[in-house]
């Protein structure tokens, strides 16, 4: 076989490939960005670390909602191509450089980004009737500690706990409990936001507008007006078609390790691995 032939037989073989990987690539799904404070604070201050970075995927192609925690801890180069850790970026940086970074290593396109005051969100839980989960001991006793104990809704004990929103939200903010760390406290926020989802499947449309309208107070955007409805309708769908909830998280196991940054402790990441696992998660059911 003529080997100007053979190199034309691989070159079409290859092509064959690429075309077949475009062809199968999730198109139908958009990313935006939730950002949460660090911090009691009742109002949004603009040079906030953001230890709660939540990429949420609506998917209308296979039905779903994809929720994917990234570490406050994940080492990251910053926009100057410096390493940084990712609850920096947004103090440093704001929505454009915090946005850029996370499309840069996940090779996504980002629609917008929302910087949430989670003080906020309580009301949100309480509106929808709170949330039930169960609790260990570790968890309990970080619950008591955050809010001193002062609270008349506070659990008894380890167990299955109705929480309230303000209860919820000490759930969702521990960090010392255990051997969790962070992939714990990450994991927590995921199991509230994951009820929630549900109670919402019982939502009109106007009840999820007026939900937004509860916390846009409390928060900041790089969404025009269309943007946001837009989304509103797209996740009203989603919802009304029993969409599935599917939890992500970055690093994923085995694909990080220990290291530190100046004086601080940081997740150092593989992110080319973890690119290739949430490109897989998107492009199959």
Same mark, same amino acid.
């Given at each position: 076989?003529? @080997?100007?032939?053979?190199? /034309? &037989?691989?070159?079409?073989?290859?092509?064959?490939?690429?075309?077949?990987? +475009? #062809?199968?690539? !999730?198109?139908?799904?958009?990313?935006?960005?939730?950002?949460?404070?660090?911090?009691?604070?009742?109002?949004?201050?603009?040079?906030?670390?953001?230890?709660?970075?939540?990429?949420?995927?609506?998917?209308?192609?296979?039905?779903?909602?994809?929720?994917?925690?990234?570490?406050?801890?994940?080492?990251?180069?910053?926009?100057?191509?410096?390493?940084?850790?990712?609850?920096?970026?947004?103090?440093?940086?704001?929505?454009?450089?915090?946005?850029?970074?996370?499309?840069?290593?996940?090779?996504?396109?980002?629609?917008?980004?929302?910087?949430?005051?989670?003080?906020?969100? @309580?009301?949100?839980?309480? /509106? &929808?009737?709170?949330?039930?989960?169960?609790?260990?001991?570790?968890?309990? +006793? #970080?619950?008591? !500690?955050?809010?001193?104990?002062?609270?008349?809704?506070?659990?008894?004990?380890?167990?299955?706990?109705?929480?309230?929103?303000?209860?919820?939200?000490?759930?969702?903010?521990?960090?010392?409990?255990?051997?969790?760390?962070?992939?714990?406290?990450?994991?927590?926020?995921?199991?509230?936001?994951?009820?929630?989802?549900?109670?919402?499947?019982?939502?009109?449309?106007?009840?999820?507008?007026?939900?937004?309208?509860?916390?846009?107070?409390?928060?900041?955007?790089?969404?025009?007006?269309?943007?946001?409805?837009?989304?509103?309708?797209?996740?009203?769908?989603?919802?009304?078609?029993?969409?599935?909830?599917?939890?992500?998280?970055?690093?994923?196991?085995?694909?990080?390790?220990?290291?530190?940054?100046?004086?601080?402790?940081?997740?150092?990441?593989?992110?080319?691995?973890?690119?290739?696992?949430?490109?897989?998660?998107?492009?199959?059911?």
């Amino acid at each position: 076989m003529p @080997k100007r032939f053979l190199a /034309a &037989l691989v070159a079409a073989l290859c092509l064959l490939c690429a075309v077949q990987a +475009i #062809a199968e690539e !999730n198109t139908q799904v958009k990313h935006y960005l939730l950002l949460g404070e660090d911090g009691y604070a009742e109002e949004i201050t603009d040079d906030a670390r953001t230890d709660t970075i939540v990429l949420v995927s609506l998917d209308e192609k296979y039905n779903r909602v994809i929720m994917t925690s990234v570490l406050r801890d994940s080492q990251i180069n910053n926009p100057k191509g410096n390493p940084t850790k990712a609850n920096l970026l947004y103090k440093y940086y704001g929505f454009e450089g915090v946005t850029a970074c996370l499309e840069r290593e996940l090779d996504i396109q980002i629609e917008g980004a929302v910087l949430v005051n989670f003080e906020n969100v @309580k009301p949100v839980i309480d /509106a &929808l009737g709170g949330v039930d989960i169960e609790i260990d001991t570790n968890e309990y +006793i #970080a619950i008591r !500690n955050i809010l001193l104990g002062k609270d008349p809704n506070m659990p008894d004990g380890p167990g299955l706990v109705h929480m309230t929103g303000r209860i919820a939200l000490a759930y969702m903010r521990a960090r010392a409990t255990g051997q969790g760390g962070d992939f714990g406290r990450t994991e927590r926020q995921r199991k509230v936001v994951s009820q929630l989802f549900d109670k919402c499947r019982d939502l009109s449309l106007p009840e999820l507008v007026d939900i937004y309208n509860q916390i846009s107070s409390g928060l900041l955007m790089d969404l025009s007006v269309m943007d946001i409805l837009k989304a509103l309708y797209s996740g009203f769908d989603l919802v009304k078609n029993d969409a599935d909830f599917v939890e992500f998280r970055i690093p994923q196991d085995g694909t990080h390790s220990y290291g530190t940054l100046g004086s601080s402790s940081v997740l150092s990441v593989r992110w080319d691995t973890n690119r290739t696992r949430f490109h897989e998660l998107l492009d199959n059911p």
